[in-house]
């Protein structure tokens, strides 16, 4: 896999999206500080410090990053996520994981970025 970006989007009031977004971005980084975790605006207009998560990816930081998020997911059993990402030829993927993870969600997201 090259270089690409993955988006991290969350169900829910912007509020609450807001929280899970601060809260899986501290995670991760604190976890791995070179991972590349940036705070995404979904509306300009709103106040919020950015309720998705933007990640680019290298090969080398897929499975931090799919650790990372069945770790979290483990812990914040209220969040309901979704991954996505654009394909060289265009089209745009998508996962969407809840909280509770089990053994395989890190397989799926590995899975899903490797895809």
Known sequence: MSTSEVLVAFDGDLGHADQLAG???DFLTH?????PVQ????????QDFGATLAIVLGSSAVTTLAAGIAAWLRRRQDAHLE???TLPDGRV?????RGQATAR???IVTDFLNG
Do not use: F, I
Request: hydrophobic residues 25%; glycine residues 0%.
């Open 83 to 85: 991954l996505r990402r």
């Open 23 to 25: 809260d899986l971005a």
């Open 39 to 46: 705070r995404r605006r979904t509306d300009t207009r709103s």
């Open 93 to 97: 993927v998508h996962v969407k994981l």
């Open 105 to 107: 969600t890190e397989r």
């Open 31 to 35: 976890r791995d500080p070179t991972l």
